[in-house]
């Protein structure tokens, strides 16, 4: 579905990314373990191209994403995304956040939006948010909007960029439900996070990167029970 | 009016009291020969100057912030010559209206560019709405700049385009962000419309040059004007307040 191949990224002298190869295959819950600054969310962020690859391809779908002539936009529509911060927009009410997107690029009316949004707020349990904004929410409830807001494009994969390490430890378990169940439902999800325990339920592979390359991948059992890279014990060490 | 006629005889021989004076003083400053028409009239003037001066500020602004953004957000490596030249020009329009006197800008531009144009209320509007351009443009870019970039990041990342992520996403939280930065700007500029003046503009100041030109009484006419300026402010502190509180309706918790 998302094939990478020879993918490098560098910021000035700093190589972040370094000749990334990987293929991400419909269904996958691809979990993206490591040290912060090892490029696990450079890696992430240059599957919708919010990175521009210094060198390498990136396919999704047969279209090659790189090649400066595609509809970035159009690839983007596919791909849910949801960040650290949440990023929910705060100028807008919770329905008018989701609808937006739909809407504006002209997949949905602005009824069917509104009704898909509903039905997907029902799902996380904060259809009673609609009209409120996000100032009013707190830290779960956002990341469970901006889940939902992602989801109402009708993505084929979704991408998570640390979704519950900006919150309050109490919060945590109530994103990662969603998720769950989301991955539950067979949705592609590929995961950057340091929650090991929903990397060991929830992932079909795990992979290990550090220094902007993978080290070790492999599915749970084997990554978490079996390490063989030094490194990768070492972090297993601190984090477990 | 006959209280007047006799009391300035009383002032001119010395023997006015100071009350005396001081009403005959403030009757030749603004009722004799129904001389408050004129500063109603100067103060039309001001705001119709104000408000073409704010336009074409406005106008200038935001077509120099978005070709200076624009430029700056480039994908590295990915060089667009022409924005690039364009650039160019807006920072050596910032440049030099910022780094010259308005009243010089105002003198080259009544009395060289402009010298054949009788206007002067508009020539006036102009040279300062170029001005206020150059700082209006600074405020936007610095909204611009300000907002956190994953606002744009997310609304990129749904798929919608790069003129829909500033219309919807990042315009409206920037505007919020620089109104009271606006606020203050659209102030400087309706006190500075005081300046057209020097090239013959007909606005308050010049009703009250005008005036006291006749009467050689200089402290009513301008403490006058400085009263309408300073009212003039305070209201329009007032609404700005009012267009702050409503925009900010959404951060109420």
């Known amino acids: 579905m998302i094939d990478v191949k020879h993918l490098s990224k560098s910021f000035g002298d700093h ?49 090659n994403i790189t090649d400066p002539s595609t509809d970035i936009n159009a690839v983007r529509r596919k791909m849910g995304m949801v960040f650290q911060h949440f990023n929910l927009f705060p100028n807008m009410t919770i329905l008018r956040n989701i609808t937006l997107a739909p809407v504006r690029t002209g997949l949905m009316t602005q009824a069917e939006a509104e009704s898909t949004a509903m039905q997907l707020l029902r799902r996380v349990g904060l259809e009673e948010k609609a009209n409120a904004y996000p100032s009013q929410l707190s830290g779960g409830q956002k990341q469970r909007i901006a889940i939902v807001r992602a989801l109402a494009m009708n993505p084929k994969v979704m991408l998570f960029d640390e979704p519950t390490s900006a919150l309050d430890p109490e919060m945590v378990g109530e994103v990662l439900s969603v998720m769950k169940e989301l991955a539950a439902d067979g949705m592609t999800m590929v995961v950057v996070t340091h929650e090991m325990g929903f990397a ?16 070790e991948q492999g599915d749970p059992e084997a990554v978490f029970g079996h390490p063989q890279n030094p490194r990768l014990r070492d972090f297993l060490s601190k984090v477990l | ?83 690039g030249l364009l650039n160019a020009v807006c920072k050596v329009y910032v440049t030099v209206i910022r780094g010259t006197p308005m009243m010089v800008q105002l003198l080259i531009m009544g009395f060289v560019i402009f ?67 606006l ?6 500029l309706l006190k500075d419309t005081s300046l057209i003046t020097v090239i013959g503009g007909k606005e308050l100041v010049y009703a009250a040059q005008a005036i006291y030109g006749r009467t050689y009484e200089q402290m009513f006419p301008l403490v ?30």
């Open chain 1, 15 to 63: 190589l972040v990314l370094n000749d990334i190869s990987e293929h991400i295959y419909p269904g996958d819950k691809v979990v993206i373990i490591g040290p912060s600054g090892s490029g696990k969310s450079t890696f992430l962020r240059s599957l919708n191209l919010l990175e521009e690859p210094s060198a390498g391809t990136i396919t999704f779908d047969g279209v």
């Open chain 1, 200 to 215: 060991r339920e929830v992932g079909s592979r795990i992979l290990f990167m550090d220094q902007g390359q993978i080290l």
């Open chain 2, 1 to 83: 009016m006959e209280q007047y006629e006799a009391w300035k005889v009383l002032m001119r021989e010395g023997n006015a009291t100071f009350f005396q004076e001081f009403y005959v003083k403030f009757y030749q400053a603004f009722l004799e020969g129904d001389r408050w028409i004129q500063y109603f009239k100067g103060v039309g003037t001001t705001l119709v100057v104000t408000a073409a001066a704010l336009a074409i500020g406005i106008a200038l602004g935001i077509l120099v912030a978005m070709i200076r953004t624009a430029h700056d957000q480039q994908r590295p490596g990915k060089h667009n010559p022409i924005l």
């Open chain 2, 115 to 181: 010298s054949s144009s009788r206007n002067y209320n508009m020539v006036g509007a102009l040279t300062l709405g170029i001005n206020s351009g150059a700082y209006v443009a600074e405020i936007i870019r610095g909204g611009l700049m300000a907002l956190d970039p994953g606002q744009a990041e997310a609304g990129r990342s749904l798929g919608l385009s790069y003129a829909d992520t500033m219309r919807f996403i990042v315009i409206p939280q920037a505007f919020k962000a620089i109104l009271p930065s």
């Open chain 2, 183 to 188: 606020g203050n700007e659209f102030i400087i």
């Open chain 2, 224 to 253: 006058g004007v400085a009263c309408i300026y300073l009212v003039l402010v305070i209201i329009f502190s007032w609404l700005l307040g009012i267009l702050e509180r409503r925009l900010r309706q959404s951060d109420r918790r």
